[in-house]
């Protein structure tokens, strides 16, 4: 019997990272680094189409509904648990030429009377949850027969789990640091779907370590002093090949095979 999940994170912890983080704007280029790889991943597996419609489960601030908006056409949906964060994506949506739909609601307690997608996803969400089975289970019961369940985790099993344990210790404490085989059996384990791809992704780069804000905080001239060699370490690493222990990212596009 799998065991019970418990979130690692919760609504308040959230409401205060989000509102000490600017957006920044929802546009960006997915062909630079540090989201080139699953970019490239996507596009291998996922169907563009002005028909197919998408769930993006934890949404905020809705970068990557405009992004599969954007790159693939879909009409897009997403969900959000804190509540006063929904009305936001939409209104920063809509300035972006995206007509949205944002549902309030929690993933493990959503009821969705039938209702499903052609492609759900979550982009840095099953992390935050002691037992990510549980959870990739609700994902593929929102996903139409068919249709495609997409999956992203920053990669805390290398060297970027030991510097963010190190760096920031509050923010290593709210993730399951699992590696991409629990992630690939976690998913494997529901049995209602093929897995299409999956592993590590994005090659060396320090964005979700804590390693700049790190430094930043203790002496800003000193993060300053120190971002060129980090960026240099980051120029030689694009040549490496990806792995477990120096990719920053983990991820997994499936197709859901059997009736649940």
């Known amino acids: 019997m799998a065991c019970e999940t418990r979130k690692l994170s919760s609504k308040k912890q959230w409401s ?47 970068r990557f509904m405009w992004y599969f908006n954007h790159f693939f056409g879909y009409k897009v949906s997403g969900m959000e648990y804190v509540q006063h964060l929904c009305e936001p994506v939409r209104e920063e949506l809509h300035d972006c030429g995206v007509e949205a739909e944002v549902i309030y609601g929690d993933i493990l307690s959503y009821v969705s009377q039938g209702r499903q997608w052609d492609v759900v996803a979550s982009l840095g969400l099953i992390e935050h949850f002691s037992n990510p089975e549980q959870v990739i289970r609700r994902h593929l019961e929102l996903v139409k027969q068919g249709g495609y369940l997409v999956l992203t985790i920053p990669n805390h099993s290398g060297i970027y789990g030991r510097i963010l344990k190190w760096a920031d210790p509050k923010r290593y404490a709210i993730h399951n640091h699992m590696a991409y085989k629990e992630m690939q059996e976690a998913v494997a384990s529901v049995g209602t779907v093929e897995i299409l791809e999956g592993g590590y992704y994005c090659h060396l780069g320090f964005w979700s370590s804590g390693l700049y ?46 009736r649940d």
Not at 230 to 237: N, R, S, T
């Open 16 to 62: 205060r990272t989000w509102a000490s983080s600017p957006t920044r704007g929802l546009t960006f280029n997915p062909k630079k680094l540090p989201f080139q790889d699953l970019h490239n991943l996507f596009l291998r597996h996922l169907p563009k189409s002005g028909d197919m419609t998408f769930l993006e489960i934890g949404c905020y601030p809705g």
């Open 213 to 258: 804000t790190k430094f930043t905080s203790v002496n800003r001239l000193l993060g300053k002093m120190l971002f060129a060699p980090l960026m240099g370490i980051v120029h030689v690493g694009k040549w490496l090949p990806n792995s477990k222990g120096l990719s920053p990212s983990i991820g997994l596009v499936a197709r859901k095979t059997n």
